[in-house]
């Protein structure tokens, strides 16, 4: 598949266009820079529970790597990869070579600047040959996305007739869900399975992320640790209350079962 290369993240055509809203930009982009700042003073140990921004803790990224089984050595694409957590885990936990995009250039730099990971700055227009991609995930992304048949079709059209991917999408119980995060929008069981279908991907595994919810004590505490710097450094700053606000909106969504972490695994359709 296509790498990227070099110290900055690649600007791939098209990025800018999907980089939406005050609430996202605050959330994916300045905290995301603010987040590595934290995590590089806190230290190493701190690293990947302060990259992993909506993907859940250990338990979920070992379910997705157990179902997934990359060979150790081969390129991992991570759509969306934000701070880079999840990817640098995979890079630990299965000795894959990741290589990430993300739209926000906060998030990529963290990324490369927490992990040294490979980032491509795109959206979902994806610089990737078809059919390259063997193994990888995009991990909450779904709900962000405004055109998401878009965002579907291009993760089918890389995917290579073996390939498995990796999906964490926040489903919600109905159509109409109050009091979402902006720029967030949920599809049903329903609307996803027709979003998968449409776009020629089949679902070979699936479970949910509550069932996986417990993080070890370590890595809550880190989590925490990075939480608490950043309220210390940037509290009074209105993109930091705004993130804030996201966070929280979600979190009372799922409080509520009014959204539900749904993990699947998907390959392409047979022709
Ligand atoms: C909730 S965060 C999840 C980040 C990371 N996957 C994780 O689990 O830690 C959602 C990410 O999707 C990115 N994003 C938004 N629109 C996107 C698009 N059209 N294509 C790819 N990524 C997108 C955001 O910038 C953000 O970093």
């Known amino acids: 598949m296509t790498e990227a290369a070099g110290n900055a993240p690649d600007d791939a055509s098209g990025a800018g266009d999907d980089v939406r809203g005050d609430a996202m930009a605050a959330e994916f982009d300045t905290v995301a820079a603010w987040t590595a700042d934290v995590a590089l003073a806190l230290g190493p140990d701190h690293h990947v529970p302060a990259g992993c921004r909506g993907s859940g803790g250990p338990a ?3 379910w997705f790597l157990d179902h997934l089984r990359p060979a150790p050595g081969s390129t991992f694409l991570d759509v969306g990869a934000g701070v880079g957590g999840p990817a640098a885990f995979a890079a630990r936990e299965a000795g894959v070579r990741p290589v990430l995009t993300e739209p926000q250039a906060g998030a ?8 040294d990971l490979p ?16 193994s990888g995930w995009c991990l909450g992304v779904l ?4 055109d998401q048949p878009a965002l579907v079709r291009e993760l089918r059209r890389v995917l290579a007739p073996d390939g498995r991917l990796g999906l964490l999408v926040y489903v919600a119980g109905q159509d109409d869900v109050r ?3 902006e720029g967030n929008h949920f599809p049903t069981a329903e609307s996803l399975g027709r979003l998968l279908a449409d776009a020629g991907l089949v679902v070979e595994q699936s479970g949910q992320l509550a069932d996986f919810a417990g993080t070890p004590p370590l890595w809550q505490e880190q989590a925490a640790a990075v939480e608490a710097e950043l309220e210390r450094r940037h509290g009074s700053d209105e993109r930091f209350r705004t993130a804030e606000r996201q966070s929280g909106r979600i979190g009372r969504l799922i409080a509520r079962g009014d959204v539900r972490g749904t993990m699947l695994v998907v390959r392409p359709a047979r022709a």
Not at 108 to 115: M, S, T
Not at 119 to 132: F, T, Y
Not at 143 to 146: D, F, I, M, P, Q
Request: charged residues 25%; aromatic residues 2%; hydrophobic residues 55%.
């Open 179 to 181: 009091d979402a995060p």
């Open 119 to 134: 980032v491509v700055r795109a959206a979902s227009a994806l610089p990737v040959r078809d059919a390259a991609v063997t």
């Open 143 to 146: 709900c962000t996305v405004e």
């Open 108 to 115: 990529c730099r963290a990324a490369r600047r927490l992990f």
């Open 60 to 62: 979920a990224l070992h």
